[in-house]
C-alpha cells in the first residue's frame, strides 16, 4: 500500500457503476409521478431530454478536463488552473452543497421506503417540520444507516467500488423488469396528458433535472483512483450520462403507461403501483422498491466519494483545515473529510420528508454553478494551454464549451426569484444561505 497516497484501484465497470448509480439514485421510484403530474407524461420525458442535453454538453468539458488532469478533486483542480484559487473555491463549495444535500437526502428517502413495506414502521413522534411528524424509528433507521455507509467508505474506495457495482446491476435488472411489463401491459391511452400546466409544469420539471443527473461528476472527483487509461476516463462519464439520461425516460414511459392519471394521483409510489400493475402481484411493488433501496445506496455511496475527495483537495491546496486532507494510515482514504460528509447524513433524518424537497432544490442550484465554473475554466484552458496534453480530446471545442457554459447559467436562472420554478423561502433560500457563509468562514480561517 502506497503511505500517504490515493491508490490506482477502481475498475472501469466500477468506474461506471459509481457515475450512473450516483445519477439514478431513489428519485425514479419516489418522483417519477410527481414528474408526470407536473407537466405529463412526454412533457416530463422532455424536460428530462432538455436538462440532459445541457448535461451532455456540460459532460463533455468534464470528459476532457478529467482526462487531462485526473486528479482527485475534479472542478477544483481545473477551476484552480484555469482561474484561480478564489474562484475555485467558490466552485468546489457549490458542488459540494449539491454532494452533501444527496447524502442527506438519502438518509432521509432510506427510512421513507421501509415505511412502505413495513406499514406501520414509523412510531414514536419526537416533533413536527413543516406539518410532517417525524418518528422516532424513522429517524433511527437513517442514522443508523448513515454511520453504516462512513464505515464502508472509510474502510477503502475498492470496497465501496465493489459495493457499488453490485447493487448497480440489482437496479439495472429492476428497471428492465419495469420496461418489460410496461411494453407487454401497458398503453397508450394510460399516457395522457401528454403535456400538463403548460411552460410552467415543464419547467418545474426541468428545474429539479440537474439534481437528477448530478452524479457523472463523481468520476472526475475520484480520477486519482481510477485504473484504467485517462482517455477512457472520459469516454466512461459520457456514457453514463447517455444511459441515465435513456433510463429517466424508459421509467417515465412505464410508469406512465402502466397507470392512467387517477391511479398516478393515488398512488404514494407510482414507479411500484405501475410495476403492480403490469407485472401482476404485490410482491412486484416490493421489488421495485428493493431498486430504489438500491438506488438510494449507489448515490450515497457515490457521493461520500465524490464529497470526501472534494474536500480533501480543497484542504490539500490549502483552502480547508488541513485535517480534511489527512489520510488514514491504514485504509489510505481521506478519513476526516468521509466523517464531515457523514455527520450531514446523520442529522439529515432529524428534519424529516420535508427536508427531502428542500434538499433537492436547494443542492441544484449549487451544482448548476458549478457547472458553470467548469465549463468557463475548459474555454480558458483552450485558449490559454492549447498545447495541453488532451487524451480525450473535444471536437468543436467553442461550440461545446460556450453552449455548456451558457446552458449551465440558464439552468441556474430557474432557481432565481423572478422564475415560476424559485427556490422557495425561506427554507430553500436559508439552506444556500447557510452553506454559503459556513463557505466564507472556513475559507477565512484556512487563509489566515
Same mark, same amino acid.
Given at each position: 500500500?502506497?503511505?500517504?497516497?490515493? =491508490?490506482?484501484?477502481?475498475?472501469?465497470?466500477?468506474?461506471?457503476? *459509481?457515475?450512473?448509480?450516483?445519477?439514478?439514485?431513489?428519485?425514479?421510484?419516489?418522483?417519477?409521478?410527481?414528474?408526470?403530474?407536473?407537466?405529463?407524461?412526454?412533457?416530463?420525458?422532455?424536460?428530462?431530454?432538455?436538462?440532459?442535453?445541457?448535461?451532455?454538453?456540460?459532460?463533455?468539458?468534464?470528459?476532457? !478536463?478529467?482526462?487531462?488532469?485526473?486528479?482527485?478533486?475534479? $472542478?477544483?483542480?481545473?477551476?484552480?488552473?484555469?482561474?484561480?484559487?478564489?474562484?475555485?473555491?467558490?466552485?468546489?463549495?457549490?458542488?459540494?452543497?449539491?454532494?452533501?444535500?444527496?447524502?442527506? /437526502? $438519502?438518509?432521509?428517502?432510506?427510512?421513507?421506503?421501509?415505511?412502505?413495506?413495513?406499514?406501520?414502521? &414509523?412510531?414514536?413522534?419526537?416533533?413536527?417540520?413543516?406539518?410532517?411528524?417525524?418518528?422516532?424509528?424513522?429517524?433511527?433507521?437513517?442514522?443508523?444507516? %448513515?454511520?453504516?455507509?462512513?464505515?464502508?467508505?472509510?474502510?477503502?474506495?475498492?470496497?465501496?467500488?465493489?459495493?457499488?457495482?453490485?447493487?448497480?446491476?440489482?437496479?439495472?435488472?429492476?428497471?428492465?423488469?419495469?420496461?418489460?411489463?410496461?411494453?407487454?401491459?401497458?398503453?397508450?391511452?394510460?399516457?395522457?396528458?401528454?403535456?400538463?400546466?403548460?411552460?410552467?409544469?415543464? *419547467?418545474?420539471?426541468?428545474?429539479?433535472?440537474?439534481?437528477?443527473?448530478?452524479?457523472?461528476?463523481?468520476?472526475?472527483?475520484?480520477?486519482?483512483?481510477?485504473?484504467?487509461?485517462?482517455?477512457?476516463?472520459?469516454?466512461?462519464?459520457? !456514457?453514463?450520462?447517455?444511459?441515465?439520461?435513456?433510463?429517466?425516460?424508459?421509467?417515465?414511459?412505464?410508469?406512465?403507461?402502466?397507470?392512467?392519471?387517477?391511479?398516478?394521483?393515488?398512488?404514494?409510489?407510482?414507479? &411500484?403501483? &405501475?410495476?403492480?400493475?403490469?407485472?401482476?402481484?404485490?410482491?412486484?411493488?416490493?421489488?421495485?422498491?428493493?431498486?430504489?433501496?438500491?438506488?438510494?445506496?449507489?448515490?450515497?455511496?457515490?457521493?461520500?466519494?465524490?464529497?470526501?475527495?472534494?474536500?480533501?483537495?480543497?484542504?490539500?491546496?490549502?483552502?480547508?483545515?488541513?485535517? /480534511?486532507?489527512?489520510?488514514?494510515?491504514?485504509?489510505?482514504?481521506?478519513?476526516?473529510?468521509? !466523517?464531515?460528509?457523514?455527520?450531514?447524513?446523520?442529522?439529515?433524518? *432529524? /428534519?424529516?420528508?420535508? &427536508?427531502?424537497?428542500?434538499?433537492?432544490?436547494?443542492?441544484? =442550484?449549487?451544482?448548476?454553478?458549478?457547472?458553470?465554473?467548469?465549463?468557463?475554466?475548459?474555454?480558458?484552458?483552450?485558449?490559454? $494551454?492549447?498545447?495541453?496534453?488532451?487524451?480525450?480530446?473535444?471536437?468543436?471545442?467553442?461550440?461545446?464549451?460556450?453552449?455548456?457554459?451558457?446552458?449551465?447559467?440558464?439552468?441556474?436562472?430557474?432557481?432565481?426569484?423572478?422564475?415560476?420554478?424559485?427556490?422557495?423561502?425561506?427554507?430553500?433560500?436559508?439552506?444556500?444561505?447557510?452553506?454559503? %457563509? !459556513?463557505?466564507?468562514?472556513? =475559507?477565512?480561517?484556512?487563509?489566515?
Amino acid at each position: 500500500m502506497a503511505d500517504g497516497q490515493l =491508490l490506482r484501484v477502481i475498475q472501469r465497470k466500477e468506474v461506471f457503476a *459509481l457515475a450512473f448509480g450516483a445519477m439514478i439514485g431513489w428519485s425514479w421510484v419516489a418522483l417519477s409521478g410527481h414528474w408526470i403530474a407536473a407537466a405529463g407524461s412526454l412533457g416530463a420525458m422532455l424536460a428530462f431530454l432538455a436538462g440532459g442535453v445541457a448535461v451532455i454538453f456540460v459532460g463533455f468539458t468534464y470528459a476532457e !478536463l478529467a482526462a487531462a488532469m485526473p486528479q482527485a478533486g475534479g $472542478e477544483h483542480v481545473y477551476s484552480h488552473r484555469a482561474l484561480g484559487p478564489l474562484a475555485a473555491f467558490v466552485c468546489t463549495w457549490a458542488i459540494l452543497l449539491g454532494y452533501t444535500s444527496v447524502v442527506a /437526502f $438519502e438518509a432521509v428517502a432510506l427510512p421513507t421506503v421501509i415505511e412502505y413495506l413495513v406499514p406501520g414502521f &414509523a412510531r414514536g413522534h419526537l416533533w413536527t417540520v413543516a406539518g410532517w411528524d417525524v418518528q422516532l424509528t424513522w429517524v433511527l433507521t437513517g442514522v443508523f444507516a %448513515a454511520m453504516v455507509m462512513t464505515v464502508i467508505n472509510i474502510i477503502g474506495i475498492r470496497t465501496a467500488a465493489r459495493l457499488q457495482l453490485l447493487v448497480t446491476v440489482v437496479i439495472l435488472l429492476v428497471g428492465l423488469a419495469l420496461a418489460g411489463g410496461a411494453l407487454r401491459s401497458g398503453a397508450l391511452a394510460n399516457m395522457r396528458p401528454y403535456f400538463d400546466n403548460g411552460i410552467a409544469g415543464i *419547467l418545474g420539471v426541468l428545474v429539479m433535472v440537474p439534481f437528477m443527473f448530478v452524479g457523472f461528476d463523481v468520476i472526475p472527483q475520484s480520477a486519482e483512483e481510477t485504473d484504467m487509461p485517462f482517455r477512457d476516463i472520459g469516454t466512461t462519464l459520457m !456514457l453514463s450520462i447517455i444511459v441515465a439520461i435513456a433510463w429517466y425516460c424508459v421509467i417515465i414511459w412505464a410508469v406512465s403507461g402502466s397507470l392512467d392519471v387517477a391511479q398516478r394521483n393515488a398512488a404514494t409510489l407510482p414507479t &411500484a403501483d &405501475a410495476a403492480v400493475a403490469v407485472l401482476g402481484g404485490s410482491w412486484a411493488g416490493k421489488l421495485a422498491v428493493i431498486g430504489g433501496i438500491a438506488g438510494i445506496l449507489t448515490s450515497w455511496n457515490a457521493f461520500l466519494v465524490g464529497g470526501s475527495r472534494a474536500l480533501f483537495a480543497m484542504a490539500r491546496a490549502g483552502q480547508l483545515p488541513a485535517a /480534511f486532507g489527512r489520510l488514514h494510515p491504514r485504509y489510505n482514504t481521506p478519513h476526516n473529510a468521509i !466523517l464531515l460528509i457523514g455527520a450531514i447524513s446523520v442529522i439529515a433524518p *432529524l /428534519f424529516g420528508r420535508p &427536508a427531502m424537497v428542500w434538499l433537492v432544490n436547494a443542492g441544484g =442550484l449549487g451544482i448548476v454553478v458549478a457547472y458553470s465554473f467548469v465549463a468557463l475554466s475548459f474555454i480558458v484552458l483552450r485558449y490559454r $494551454e492549447p498545447q495541453m496534453a488532451r487524451p480525450y480530446a473535444v471536437r468543436r471545442w467553442r461550440l461545446t464549451g460556450y453552449a455548456a457554459l451558457l446552458l449551465s447559467l440558464a439552468l441556474a436562472c430557474l432557481y432565481l426569484p423572478f422564475s415560476p420554478a424559485a427556490l422557495a423561502w425561506p427554507y430553500e433560500w436559508a439552506i444556500v444561505a447557510a452553506w454559503s %457563509a !459556513l463557505g466564507a468562514v472556513l =475559507l477565512l480561517y484556512s487563509g489566515r
